[in-house]
């Protein structure tokens, strides 16, 4: 005879009915699945069998997320950079966590996580990149959660952060040589470090970790190995703290080859080996904040409107394809991963190009 809470069930037609749990919708509703036999006890083997194969991704055995998150962020700890951890956690407790910790893991939905990223942007007006790193964030931790054999029923394969491709701003070649022309006058090492940048396209974390020895003179060679950037920490004392670590990547580590005006401006203001190149000194480095302030005052002096630091290295790729790079190479010394990401973000095709380019057409004419 059928027990109480067994989903068996005998039909009017004479055979016996047993139904359970196969799926569950983006709502957290269950969908059953029935299965058929002529005897009470051979449908209960069968649902017996069916309850064995759903054992592992059993959905009422998970956690609150909030518990995910903590386990998560430790499989992590030791796999990235510091800097990464820090923004995953930093991610994971100003905005994951406070608005679905409580919540039961495999019960989060799809409609509830497209809800939670509207609210971001639309409401707390979080730009689209941060918006969409919450979002690789979570697909991280439910990818986590999913190999623990617990089964969820977010999809995220559907949901998207929309982000619109932004205006960069480069420096036109009039702009450019005004820049130059202020920084050649009376350099210093912080106009130096400028210069630097403008013509060999290096990003502000990895020209402030740049020491002398860095710099091959003899060799022509500039070599990236280090970035500096500032970090939050968890500490009563302290909020933020500089880290000197590897580039972003293993292909941002790279040989740049330097021109020999630049080889010529840079022996002007050779120092010992272990000094860095902004500051002059082994001990004392000068960090991204301030450089990009005292970059700020550059500007001002120079009456350019809207350039920040990474306009340089916007500019740099910009020149270099208008004076004809092959773009591989291009790539490589802005230590891209592929040419795909200088093209699509680090090309960028003047005024002055484009009509060159549109006049070649007279050639078939």
């Known amino acids: 005879m059928s027990r109480r809470g067994e989903n068996i069930y005998k039909r009017k037609d004479g055979r016996w009915e047993g139904r359970f749990v196969d799926?569950?919708?983006?709502?957290?509703?269950?969908k059953y699945h029935s299965i058929y036999a002529r005897s009470y006890t051979e449908v209960k083997?069968?649902?017996?069998?069916?309850?064995?194969?759903n054992i592992s991704p059993n959905i009422y055995k998970s956690l609150k997320l909030a518990k995910y998150c903590d386990d998560w962020l430790e499989t992590v700890k030791f796999k990235h950079k510091e800097s990464t951890y820090d923004k995953y956690r930093n991610i994971c407790k100003n905005h994951i966590i406070p608005e679905f910790g409580g919540y039961d893991a495999s019960l989060i939905s799809s409609k509830q996580v497209e809800e939670f990223l509207s609210l971001k942007l639309d409401k707390e007006s979080l730009s689209a990149k941060t918006v969409n790193d919450i979002l690789c964030v979570l697909k991280l931790i439910f990818s986590y959660i999913e190999s623990q054999n617990i089964k969820t029923i977010c999809n995220f394969h559907n949901i998207c952060v929309r982000q619109e491709q932004k205006k960069i701003r480069v420096l036109s070649t009039t702009e450019q040589k005004k820049l130059t022309?202020?920084?050649?006058?009376?350099?210093?090492?912080?106009?130096?470090?400028?210069?630097?940048?403008?013509?060999?396209?290096?990003?502000?974390?990895?020209?402030?970790?740049?020491?002398?020895?860095?710099?091959?003179?003899?060799?022509?060679?500039?070599?990236?190995?280090?970035?500096?950037?500032?970090?939050?920490?968890?500490?009563?004392?302290?909020?933020?703290?500089?880290?000197?670590?590897?580039?972003?990547?293993?292909?941002?580590?790279?040989?740049?080859?330097?021109?020999?005006?630049?080889?010529?401006?840079?022996?002007?203001?050779?120092?010992?080996?272990?000094?860095?190149?902004?500051?002059?000194?082994?001990?004392?480095?000068?960090?991204?904040?301030m450089l990009r302030y005292t970059f700020g005052k550059y500007m001002k002096s120079c009456n350019l409107d809207n350039v920040n630091f990474h306009a340089l290295r916007h500019t740099?790729?910009?020149?270099?394809?208008?004076s004809g790079f092959e773009i591989k190479t291009l790539s490589e010394i802005l230590g891209h991963s592929s040419v795909k990401i200088t093209l699509d973000r680090y090309v960028h095709s003047s005024m002055e190009l484009k009509r060159k380019n549109m006049e070649k057409l007279e050639s078939i004419l």
Not at 316 to 322: L, N, P, Q, S
Request: charged residues 30%; proline residues 4%; positive net charge.
């Open 23 to 30: 799926s569950y919708d983006q709502y957290g509703k269950p």
């Open 45 to 53: 083997n069968k649902l017996g069998f069916h309850s064995k194969q």
């Open 181 to 289: 022309d202020f920084l050649i006058e009376d350099m210093d090492s912080s106009k130096l470090g400028v210069y630097l940048s403008l013509y060999t396209g290096i990003r502000i974390g990895e020209l402030c970790a740049l020491k002398w020895k860095n710099i091959k003179l003899k060799d022509r060679i500039l070599h990236i190995e280090k970035t500096m950037q500032r970090i939050q920490v968890y500490d009563e004392e302290i909020k933020t703290k500089i880290v000197i670590t590897q580039p972003k990547s293993k292909c941002s580590e790279r040989d740049i080859p330097l021109p020999k005006f630049l080889c010529d401006v840079l022996r002007k203001f050779k120092k010992s080996e272990n000094n860095f190149l902004l500051s002059g000194s082994s001990e004392n480095f000068v960090e991204p904040r």
């Open 316 to 322: 740099f790729a910009t020149r270099c394809v208008e």
